[in-house]
């Protein structure tokens, strides 16, 4: 199956320093990457449709202006966390579709990150 | 609102035991229904159905989607130790962005195998 690499899997900061993770497919084009976040013994949660080559589309109670979404090329999204604060620590989680082919395909999951604010 | 409920939120059995998980949904554009598995890290992926009535097999783990009732279920035949993890259904919407699928997730059930 299609492989999707998220990086890093895990992170300590500081708070009010900013945090980027990465996302990339690796054998397919994605032109359109998904970010969630997932709280302890919680469910994964939509934040933000990332679109290649144009603006991301946030869910509604996710500011655009704390979580910058870039999806600069096919095969890469970054979400970055800034001025982050001990309510961000999380585990954040990419995913994304080969959209070659069958109209249905499954959704690839990064291996998440996990991001604790001190 | 597009919702997606998982029942029950958590289930402990032991091993040999078979278990059958629900997940109902009420959505906008129903396109595909996904079984996940999650242990520690990222979701890792079971099934994906979208016709109502056919069953998917892999193992001892089977799903079937109801899209007339709106609910589908995880059965898990002779359970073992390893099945131990939360599993996540999750429901694709269209979406007109290039075609891409948001998906709307469940709670999750947890599922904990005692030997």
């Known amino acids: 199956g299609a492989v999707v690499s998220q990086h890093p899997s895990r992170v300590i900061c500081k708070s009010g320093t900013s945090v980027k993770i990465e996302c990339r497919s690796l054998?397919?084009?994605?032109?359109?990457m998904f970010w969630y976040r997932q709280f302890p013994k919680q469910s994964l949660m939509l934040m933000a449709t990332s679109n290649e080559g144009s603006k991301a589309t946030y869910e509604q109670g996710v500011e655009k202006d704390k979580f910058l979404i870039n999806h600069a090329s096919l095969t890469l999204s970054t979400l970055t966390v800034t001025s982050a604060h001990p309510e961000d620590s999380s585990f954040y989680i990419c995913s994304a579709r080969d959209h070659r082919g069958a109209q249905n395909t499954e959704a690839f999951f990064g291996q998440g990150t996990r991001l604790t604010v001190v | 609102e597009d919702k997606v409920v998982q029942s029950p939120l958590s289930l402990v059995v032991h091993e040999g035991d078979t278990v059958t998980l629900n997940c109902s949904y009420e959505v906008t554009n129903f396109r595909s229904l996904l079984w996940y598995k999650q242990e520690k890290k990222a979701p890792t992926f079971l099934f994906m159905l979208t016709s109502s009535g056919i069953e998917k097999k892999s193992g001892r783990l089977s799903s079937i989607l109801d899209k007339k009732e709106l609910f589908s279920i995880l059965n898990i035949t002779a359970t073992q130790t390893g099945d131990s993890a939360v599993y996540l259904c999750a429901v694709g919407n269209s979406n007109i962005i290039q075609g891409a699928q948001k998906l709307v997730f469940g709670q999750g059930t947890r599922l904990t195998i005692n030997p």
């Open positions: 054998d397919f084009q994605a032109t359109t």
